[in-house]
């Protein structure tokens, strides 16, 4: 069995990569989390890496994507997640590594892609929120989905509260894409998702209703 190698890329609080990590061992070893990139020295997603014996490079903003594309080039990852990576990846990487990387987002793709997710679904009082995984195309936030988890509003929430249920749903739907990569699940052809070889045309929806505030 070939152990797929997979790079973590990160801006912050590093809470998705510390959920991957802790989901590691469901993964029976078909993909291995071998190293990780920020570019925020202060994330505390660094502390998470090294206390688990996953070498970090940071790199200042100057030489952002140069020391990216080395550590890319260095790893030669077979899966690159992004996960709070907070930088747009210049469209040389995204081609090179086409297919590869996937990012998870704070809302229902196509609506709100960018900053301030929180804000604008309680603005429009929207009924339904979620998070998206998709594969990272060149455009913000864009990419085939392979993975949406929504949730019913219910109440008035706050932002704090609305974040809180947005994250425990993006920490049960990320570990099960990865295992599906780890499994050869879940593929990406000419911007289509495949799922156990067959074309999916509309994201696959996890529906969660055990999220209490
Ligand atoms: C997550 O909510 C993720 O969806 C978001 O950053 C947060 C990182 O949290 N990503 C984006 O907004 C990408 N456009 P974490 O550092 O605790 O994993």
Do not use: E
């Given at each position: 069995m070939l152990t797929k190698k997979c790079v973590l890329l990160f801006s912050g609080k590093g809470s998705n990569i510390e959920n991957l990590i802790n989901n590691q061992a469901s993964l029976n070893g078909k993909l291995k989390y071998v190293a990780a990139f920020t570019n925020?020295?202060?994330?505390k997603g660094i502390d998470i890496c090294s206390d688990n014996d996953i070498e970090v490079t940071i790199s200042d903003q100057e030489e952002l994507n140069f020391n990216l594309k080395k550590f890319l080039s260095k790893h030669k990852p077979d899966l690159i997640i992004l996960a709070g990576y907070m930088k747009i990846l210049p469209d040389d990487i995204v081609d090179k590594y086409a297919g590869k990387i996937i990012n998870i987002h704070p809302?229902?793709?196509?609506?709100?892609?960018?900053?301030?997710t929180y804000e604008k679904v309680l603005k429009n009082n929207d009924l339904f929120h979620g998070a998206t995984i998709h594969y990272v195309d060149?455009?913000?936030?864009?990419?085939?989905?392979i993975l949406q988890g929504k949730f019913k509003i219910r109440k008035k929430l706050s932002i704090k509260e609305l974040e809180y249920l947005t994250h425990k749903v993006e920490h049960k739907i990320y570990p099960i894409v990865v295992k599906w990569i780890a499994d050869d699940l879940v593929t990406v052809e000419n911007n289509i998702i495949q799922f156990n070889d067959k074309d999916i045309h509309s994201p696959i929806t996890y529906i969660v209703d055990d999220l209490n505030i």
């Open positions: 925020n020295s202060n994330a809302s229902l793709l196509p609506k709100y892609p960018g900053l301030n060149t455009t913000l936030d864009g990419g085939p989905v």
